[in-house]
């Protein structure tokens, strides 16, 4: 099966401007995580789908980040506009678990997107 | 809260040796505890889980982990390390709430040199 995927895998944009960030998700998996790794720091939760459904968004850290998953799909986020402290790398995963009390498959992540904001 | 810690930033090893990734935890609750490795430019790749049962999980690439719910402990371990297994290395538990999102570990760099 295909795995994650994420485009673009790099990008180079000026403070300011706007950037989308896509993730295709293992097919037939409900679960879509975003998670962020700033450099040389842990990996953060960003926020949670089931399907379309935006299950926990807790860790967007504010109102310049917006996620979308139309069609409980593919992904998008989008950061507008760019401040230097959103540099680092931004992850993708997804998971085939049914709900509470049955979370103990793996998450599969995707290769990252590297976000440098200049 | 939940947490996990992984003590050191970097590991160096000789080839041939055997290697330890240390993490500790703290949940409420059983915890669903992972491994991750990233090798350059990749996306993180599972390497085991330990959900119940044994004590002693064995994932991917000859790894294994520990469980030790008493030292609230899931230490990485291969008993002959590999050039090859020079990554980063992140440990992490699934939230037991209404996500299952993974709390990850600082990550510690592994280095296994010939």
């Known amino acids: 099966e295909a795995g994650v995927t994420q485009f673009p895998s790099h990008s180079v944009i000026e403070k300011g401007q706007t950037v989308t960030l896509r993730c295709d998700p293992i097919s037939g998996h409900d679960n879509l995580y975003w998670y962020r790794r700033v450099m040389g720091k842990e990996i953060k939760f960003l926020l949670h789908?089931?399907?379309?459904?935006?299950?926990?968004e807790s860790g967007m850290p504010n109102n310049r980040f917006l996620a979308e998953r139309t069609g409980g799909t593919y992904s998008t986020l989008k950061v507008q506009p760019a401040e230097l402290e959103d540099s680092g790398v931004y992850f993708c995963?997804?998971?085939?678990?049914?709900?509470?009390?049955?979370?103990?498959?793996?998450?599969?992540f995707g290769n990252g997107t590297r976000l440098t904001v200049t | 809260a939940q947490s996990v810690a992984q003590p050191e930033d970097q590991v160096n090893v000789a080839e041939g040796n055997p290697l330890t990734v240390k993490c500790t935890y703290s949940v409420s609750g059983n915890p669903y505890l992972f491994w991750y490795v990233q090798y350059p430019n990749r996306g993180l790749q599972f390497l085991l889980k330990?959900?119940?049962?044994?004590?002693l999980v064995k994932g991917s690439y000859g790894f294994e982990a520990e469980f030790n719910k008493s030292q609230t402990s899931f230490h990485l371990k291969k008993p002959s390390a590999l050039v090859s297994d020079s990554a980063l290395y992140f440990c992490a538990v699934r939230d037991t709430g209404d996500t299952g999102k993974l709390i990850f570990g600082q990550g510690t760099t592994l280095q296994v040199k010939p």
């Open positions: 789908f089931v399907k379309e459904s935006k299950q926990d």
């Open positions: 995963a997804s998971s085939q678990d049914h709900g509470p009390g049955q979370f103990n498959s793996p998450l599969h």
């Open positions: 330990y959900i119940t049962g044994d004590n």
